[in-house]
């Protein structure tokens, strides 16, 4: 996962310091779609969703030299768009909206072509474990492992603690196995 942050950090400095759109480019390829699921687990609005995901991306071009300054602009990133999206839900409602409602959707694919036909059965299954995990289960497990988020950062995100991260981790692992070893036993049995 430190190489993606490297990447990602490298396509920031490149357009922080020499206004590169082909790196801006990147980046919104990189992040419209996680943003986006980001934000409609917030909101539960796809045209919601939508602006906030624009109006995200389009502050990261607005305010691209100061992000070179920033140590983890993906996590940067996210942040901005879940304080966008709650104050949004805020002016809509004016309540207090609950971390614990919030429905994450961040999987997303990004392998070649290839690598996806041969992961296909595979992804189906975690997707499928995945999404029977209890929602704050879910929420922790896809911004740990599917975004790559720190178990601080994560913790962070959904206004829980590091310690809560870590305990719904350990269950969605344990659930996890239990519900792929299936597959491992078909897989190891060929060899």
């Known amino acids: 996962m430190s190489n993606h942050r490297e990447i990602f950090k490298d396509l920031v400095d490149k357009m922080a310091n020499s206004d590169s759109e082909s790196a801006y480019k990147q980046l919104f390829f990189l992040l419209y779609k996680p943003i986006l699921n980001f934000s409609l687990g917030i909101l ?3 045209p919601l969703a939508e602006e906030i995901t624009s109006d995200v991306l389009f502050k990261l071009w607005e305010h691209r030299r100061k992000l070179s300054e920033v140590s983890n602009p993906r996590y940067y990133v996210f942040v ?4 966008m999206a709650l ?3 805020k002016k809509q409602k004016n309540t ?7 429905d994450l959707d961040l999987w997303h694919y990004t392998e070649t072509p290839e ?3 041969v992961q296909h059965d595979i992804r189906a299954a975690i997707s499928h474990c995945v999404a029977e995990l209890p929602l704050q289960c879910r929420n922790v497990f896809r911004l740990v492992k599917i975004e790559g988020f720190t178990y601080q950062e994560a913790a962070d995100l959904l206004g829980i603690s590091v310690k809560t991260v870590d305990a719904q ?3 969605a692992i344990k659930r996890l196995g239990q519900s792929l070893r299936p ?3 078909l897989y190891y049995s060929k060899y």
């Open 80 to 83: 901005t768009a879940k304080h």
């Open 96 to 102: 207090t909206v609950s971390l614990d409602e919030i």
């Open 87 to 89: 104050n949004l839900l």
């Open 183 to 185: 597959y491992w036993n």
């Open 115 to 117: 690598s996806a036909m």
């Open 169 to 171: 981790m350990v269950k």
């Open 44 to 46: 539960k609005s796809r």
